[in-house]
């Protein structure tokens, strides 16, 4: 059974940093492209950033461009996402993604499946 | 960035209806198209790839269709496990968007 939990979500202040975690199992974690999605609760749903299978390609919204990194480490079939400068737009509950493909790029990406999220707000 | 929307926002329907919800990219996806249902509490849950590939488990009571701009979810009888919202999601270009949802409602 495919199983992805995220950590790290919080109450963090305007201008600080937080890093996501995501365990995967139940899969080859190395033969698939991850991704972090974001929703506000009750809003619709943002793509966030992508990595490929080998974590050489990266890909992030516009927003986030420069201030958030996305990383992955195999061996421990883990994704993370390190999000600094947060802004109260980065509010939302961020999840953990499963690709059935391996890449990032234009084509054919089913998100298959999915984590529970970890919640993040920002505030002073 | 590629807009994605969605008509209508939401609907009423009966069990056993039709029900068809759209989706309409601002250029073209190819057929680089999601779709997803989501339930409050729950995590999205993929239905449809490629436009038109149901995903293996998903009741085929749901459909899609569609191509470059224009595509449409369809379910042939709703059934009470139905009422959920859906989005659509282009990966065509990245960054990779979704529409705004359409919530289906009794």
């Known amino acids: 059974e495919v199983q992805l939990l995220e950590s790290g979500g919080g109450l963090v202040q305007p201008g600080r940093s937080l890093r996501l975690s995501c365990v995967a199992s139940g899969f080859t974690f190395d033969d698939f492209a991850m991704h972090w999605v974001r929703q506000v609760p009750g809003k619709g749903l943002e793509w966030v950033a992508g990595?490929?299978?080998?974590?050489?390609?990266?890909a992030y919204v516009d927003s986030v461009k420069g201030r958030f990194t996305i990383s992955r480490d195999n061996a421990k079939k883990s994704l993370y996402l390190q999000m600094n400068s947060l802004t109260t737009e980065d509010m939302g509950l961020y999840y953990c993604?499963?690709?059935?493909?391996?890449?990032?790029?234009?084509?054919?990406?089913?998100?298959?499946?999915w984590g529970q999220g970890t919640l993040v707000t920002v505030s002073s | 960035d590629i807009q994605m929307t969605q008509s209508p926002s939401s609907l009423s329907a009966s069990v056993g209806d039709r029900v068809t919800i759209n989706c309409r990219a601002s250029?073209?996806?190819?057929?680089?198209l999601n779709w997803y249902q989501q339930k409050p509490g729950e995590a999205p849950k993929l239905l449809i790839y490629?436009?038109?590939t149901l995903r293996s488990g998903v009741p085929p009571r749901f459909s899609g269709s569609g191509f470059e701009t224009e595509f449409s979810l369809t379910i042939k009888s709703l059934q009470p496990e139905d009422y959920a919202t859906y989005f659509c999601?282009?990966?065509?270009?990245?960054?990779?968007?979704f529409g705004q949802g359409t919530k289906v409602e009794i």
């Open positions: 490629a436009a038109s």
């Open positions: 990595i490929n299978w080998n974590g050489v390609s990266e």
């Open positions: 993604v499963k690709d059935q493909s391996n890449g990032v790029f234009s084509g054919v990406h089913p998100l298959d499946y």
């Open positions: 999601q282009q990966t065509y270009n990245t960054p990779w968007t």
């Open positions: 250029e073209t996806t190819r057929s680089y």
